[in-house]
């Protein structure tokens, strides 16, 4: 198995118990999206899982109006206050509804949030929030099963100035959350790598353009694709408990089928599988990439591979320590030949 098949198996698997929150893998996962690509295809799909796997979900919306069809609850947070949002969500979870399924918080934008945790005038904590939404109602006679919070930050409404010696809102989501996913529009990926291959300038979109009266730019990258191939394109960050971080690139198809929890398919894929960014040849080894410029291999055949594992050291076992003997391994044993010219008045010196 080369690099590129043990990365596909591996985090394949991390996005799936990702998106469909199985054993708690994430917390609090933040979603990074722009006007070029909204995160709502991405909400959808968490919405999708949820329902598949009877977890129950709670849709709080800063501007949605209207109830995604998957939500198991709809609460309108602009007509509320952080604490009224609080106490709604724990009722919920409280209910007979919930049946101490696992629960899954979704929040469509923390821009509102966001400017209340720098208004130095409103008594709010962004930290003690999320907290407050992360646990359990104390009393309960069936607490869910675990409770995981998905919120979206847009990151191209700008927020008012902070003080200096205190983080961003920005800042402090990304240190608290345990998953980000950054979303990302195909076309503009598409696009920005046939200028790579073209060794020209990428261009801009947007408001990045720098061009007055343009807030969405016109993408024309896609449009060659099938639509089975079409769809949005993330980004992921995710810190395992030991500490180590997974950076990968997935892709998320526009149309989905329509499954079961018994007719259940994986849909995301790797970023490398698509077509528009399949490399030539996917049977080479990552590691081998610098061996390309080489007149000669260095590689193995599976025979020779076969021949290399058969090979028997005459002292292997004289290299792994044995309590027994008080020594740490690594002697070098060596047996006397003919050939060998000894001499017993020069080695006593």
């Known amino acids: 198995m080369n690099n590129l098949s043990h990365r596909r198996t591996h985090n394949l698997l991390l996005i799936s118990k990702l998106l469909n ?19 709502k295809p991405l909400l959808r799909e968490y919405l999708r899982r949820a329902k598949i796997g009877k977890s129950f979900s709670i849709y709080l919306a800063f501007e949605t109006i209207r109830k995604p069809g998957d939500a198991d609850l709809y609460v309108t947070c602009w007509d509320k ?22 629960c899954l918080i979704l929040i469509d934008s923390c821009t509102a949030l966001a400017a209340l945790a720098t208004d130095p005038t409103a008594d709010f904590n962004l930290t003690s929030f999320l907290s407050s939404l992360l646990q359990p109602p104390a009393k309960t006679t069936s ?41 990302h529009s195909l076309a503009i990926l598409v696009t920005e790598k046939e200028a790579r ?30 639509p089975e191939h079409r769809g949005l394109v993330l980004e992921l960050e995710h810190r395992r408990n030991s ?13 989905l089928p329509k499954m079961t929890a018994a007719t259940f398919k994986e849909v995301v894929s790797i970023l490398d599988d698509h077509p528009a960014f399949q490399k030539a040849s996917l049977d080479v080894a990552d590691s081998n990439d610098d061996l390309t410029d080489m007149t000669f291999s260095l590689g193995l055949t599976d025979r020779q591979r076969q021949d290399r594992e058969g090979v ?17 391994g690594g ?19």
């Not at 952080?82 to 724990?90: C, L, M, R, Y």
């Not at 500490?243 to 149309?255: A, K």
């Not at 002697?331 to 010196?349: Q, S």
């Open 143 to 183: 607490p869910p099963a675990g409770v995981s919070v998905v919120a979206v930050y847009h990151q191209d409404v700008p927020q008012t100035a902070t003080v200096y010696y205190v983080p961003s809102p920005l800042e402090l989501l990304s240190y608290l959350a345990t998953t980000m996913i950054h979303v």
């Open 81 to 102: 206050t952080p604490v009224q949002i609080s106490n709604a969500v724990s009722a919920a979870m409280s209910s007979a509804d919930a049946g101490g399924r696992r």
């Open 243 to 255: 500490g180590r971080g997974v950076h990968e690139w997935y892709f998320l198809p526009r149309v």
């Open 312 to 328: 028997v050291l005459p002292y292997f076992d004289a290299q792994n320590p044995k309590p027994s003997s008080g020594v740490d």
């Open 331 to 349: 002697r070098i044993l060596y047996d006397m030949g003919a050939e060998d010219d000894f001499d017993d008045e020069e080695d006593e010196i």
């Open 197 to 226: 291959e073209r060794s020209v300038v990428a261009p801009s979109f947007g408001l990045d353009e720098n061009v007055e009266g343009i807030v969405i730019g016109l993408k024309k990258g896609s449009n060659s694709l099938k």
């Open 21 to 39: 929150q199985r054993d708690h893998a994430s917390p609090f996962t933040l979603v990074l999206d722009s006007l070029e690509q909204p995160a």
